[in-house]
């Protein structure tokens, strides 16, 4: 079965520094992998996903991630976050299939909050 | 641009009682879903659909039935609403249902069951 651990339930930093939220993952093939952002009042959107290539994927807003498969990782990172980054953010894993029948697990999330 | 809209956006309902959570999408998506939030837990899938007339039990099905009428609209219903089923329900659709698809998802439906 496959599942997503994100270790940091609640992480703070000052605006302008940089940023990793941590997303390990497990998952018995290649996965296919993607951060979403939940903004407050807001649904989930999607900041970027990672399926083949190059293991570092740019999304939006300057954010990227790197498919460490070695790690099982799929980490997120800015290099210098601003206050409207303020947000909850998942990762999620779903199996590298193109079939209909496909499952996506969800991560319990991080609430990131940028200080001024 | 892409969107699904959800209703009520809150509701406080009694246990036993029957409710009835709407969604609608204009992304003529042939996929949606219902999925469930808990405080420290991630979103769960509920059930789901990829044609009208038609729905599918997703991770955690039980207590709940999903309706879908047209391409449009898709319900989730609570028949006899439980404490613990208070939680945030979103709904989200997709064009496809394989595993690169991007989820579009709704602002949420915070649900209270007293």
């Known amino acids: 079965a496959q599942s997503v651990t994100q270790p940091d339930a609640r992480v703070t930093v000052s605006e302008g520094a940089s940023l990793q939220l941590r997303c390990k993952y497990s998952y018995s093939g290649t996965p296919y992998l993607f951060w979403y952002v939940q903004y407050p009042r807001q649904g989930l959107q999607l900041l970027l996903k990672?399926?083949?290539?190059?293991?570092v994927v740019q999304g939006v807003n300057g954010f990227e991630a790197e498919f460490i498969k070695s790690n099982s990782s799929f980490h997120l990172r800015k290099a210098s976050v601003h206050w409207s980054d303020s947000a909850v953010y998942f990762c999620a894993v779903s199996q590298n299939s193109g079939g209909s029948n496909y499952k996506l697990t969800f991560g319990k999330g991080t609430l990131l909050t940028v200080t001024p | 641009e892409a969107a699904v809209t959800q209703s009520p956006r809150s509701k406080v309902a009694v246990t036993g009682g029957k409710v009835t959570l709407s969604c609608h999408q204009t992304n003529n998506h042939d996929y949606m879903y219902w999925y469930r939030q808990d405080t420290g837990h991630g979103l769960r899938l509920i059930h789901y659909?990829?044609?009208?007339?038609?729905?599918e039990k997703g991770d955690i099905p039980d207590g709940y039935k999903a309706s879908r009428p047209s391409q449009e609209n898709f319900s989730l219903i609570l028949e006899l609403a439980s404490l613990s089923q208070t939680a945030v329900y979103f709904c989200?659709?997709?064009?496809?249902?394989?595993?690169?698809?991007?989820?579009?998802f709704g602002a949420g439906t915070r649900l209270s069951v007293l």
């Open positions: 989200a659709s997709s064009e496809l249902g394989g595993s690169q698809n991007t989820l579009y």
């Open positions: 659909s990829y044609v009208a007339d038609s729905t």
């Open positions: 990672y399926y083949s290539g190059d293991p």
